[in-house]
Structures are given as structure tokens and as C-alpha cells.
């Protein structure tokens, strides 16, 4: 099993859209088993996938106050193969009282995720977590368990806001997880003109780790929201959607993994 942190303490910049298509992609073409945890208090990967319940007890709140394990409250998505823990703004109360509590363990309460079977007893092969633009214990406990951090970042004037804090916290969790690497920013929301180009050369010239892709812009990124569709289904030919199967395709070939 790997474990993937999507994460940037800049928000609008696709986070919870990149978790979704990287979930989608790796369960239903690389036919692998993806379990996605929404730890963002504003539940927006559970929305995408229609899981999002405002009033009701937040699965991800339950996991880190430690009053459940994973394989307890992982629901399908109704999609073969892949699985979500929801969340809510419960999930912010969650943190702070755990950040109040003070008592030992608390960094290893999303421990359980790494021995979940999904709900036909199987092991998953990746666990896909979709981070809030902040480092609470919510974080530092998806942190403890995660092998490859990848951080979304639209090109504007604030495209490096927050990663160099980013890349110390990633270092300080070695401490905690020796296994945890930057695997890169992933550039989204590309546009083919002269502005992106420069902040992409940029980029280049400040040593920030990228991913060869580019995730283009459309409208039709959008539009799949509203309709709670990845943009694989939705829009196949978009250039959104052929730039996420080109990151996948990269990501897996970074890592080496072997998917069944």
C-alpha cells in the first residue's frame, strides 16, 4: 500500500479535484484498490462524490478522536474499487479538541488506515488523502502515514506561498516517518500563454520540484463538479481530463508501483 498526501497551505488551487481524479484513475483504469480519506473540514472530495452530509457524524472526526477504525466507517463510492472516509465541519471541532487534549498518541490516529480492507476484505493498494490548506494535528496525522506528498499549485504571484514551510514540515515528519518524500508540485489550471510559460520558467529558475505534467484548464473542470462526475466521465476529451491520465501515468512511473 502506498500513501498519498495532497496538500498546499494555499487554497483554490485543486486540491480536492486532484485527490478525486487521482481516485478515480488509479481504481477504474489501473483497476487498483484506492481508498480517499476527505481530511478537510470542508468536505469538499466528499462532495464530488456525493458522500457529503452536513448534519450527520463526520467519519474522518470519528477516525481521529480514535473512537473508530477505518474499515468501520469507509463507505463506497459506487464506483468498483474505490472507497471514501466523508468529512464535515465536525472534522474542525475534531482537531481542536484533540489539539486540547494533550495525551499521548496523537500522532498515530490515522494508523488504522494502513490495515483497512476495503468492504470486500481486500487490502488496498493506495490510500488517497486530500489535506486543508494548514498544518493541525489533522495533518500531522495524515503526515505520520504518508509515503509521497504532492502539492497542487496554480501559477500566480503566490504560487511558492507556504512551500517552503511545506517542504520543512515534510522534513521534520521524517522524524516520525521516515517514509515520507516531496514527490513534486503538480502545476494546475495551465494556461498556454505567455504569463504561464514565464511562471513555469519561473519556477524553474527557484529549484521548486515539479511534475513534467501540467494539469490544462477548462471549463469544463468546472461543470463536473456541479454534476458530482470525475472529469473522466464527464469530459473524457477535455484537456483536463488527457492531462490528469498523463500525471498518473507519471506518477506510477516515479514511484516504480505495481498495480493489479
Not at 63 to 77: D, H, I, S, Y
Request: glycine share 8%.
Amino acid at each position: 500500500m502506498r500513501v498519498i498526501s495532497i496538500i498546499n497551505l494555499k487554497g483554490g488551487v485543486g486540491k480536492s479535484f486532484t485527490a478525486a481524479q487521482m481516485g478515480y484513475l488509479l481504481s477504474q483504469k489501473y483497476n487498483a484498490r484506492v481508498l480517499m480519506l476527505d481530511n478537510d473540514k470542508q468536505g469538499n472530495l466528499s462532495k464530488l462524490f456525493g458522500a457529503y452530509d452536513r448534519n450527520g457524524l463526520c467519519p474522518a472526526a470519528q477516525l481521529l478522536m480514535g473512537r473508530v477504525k477505518a474499515w468501520e466507517v469507509n463507505k463506497e463510492t459506487g464506483y468498483h474499487n474505490l472507497d471514501i472516509i466523508s468529512a464535515n465541519m465536525n472534522l474542525l471541532t475534531a482537531t481542536m479538541q484533540l489539539q486540547q487534549d494533550g495525551s499521548e498518541g496523537q500522532c498515530g490516529r490515522f494508523e488504522s488506515i494502513k490495515y483497512a480492507p476495503n468492504r470486500e476484505g481486500y487490502a488496498y493498494d493506495y490510500v488517497i488523502i486530500d489535506n486543508p490548506p494548514d498544518i493541525g494535528l489533522n495533518v500531522i496525522n495524515a503526515l505520520a502515514i504518508t509515503h509521497d506528498v504532492i502539492v497542487p499549485i496554480k501559477i500566480d504571484q503566490c504560487a511558492l506561498e507556504g512551500m517552503d514551510i511545506m517542504t520543512g514540515q515534510i522534513a521534520q515528519m521524517q522524524a516520525i516517518n521516515p517514509k515520507i518524500s516531496f514527490m513534486g508540485a503538480l502545476v494546475t489550471m495551465y494556461k498556454n500563454n505567455v504569463t504561464n510559460a514565464a511562471g513555469l520558467e519561473w519556477l524553474g529558475k527557484h529549484d521548486v520540484k515539479l511534475f513534467d505534467t501540467r494539469i490544462r484548464y477548462s471549463d469544463k473542470a468546472a461543470e463536473s463538479t456541479i454534476f458530482e462526475k470525475p472529469i473522466q466521465e464527464y469530459s473524457p476529451r477535455s484537456g483536463t481530463a488527457r492531462s490528469y491520465r498523463q500525471f498518473v501515468q507519471e506518477y506510477l512511473t516515479k514511484v516504480k508501483a505495481e498495480v493489479w
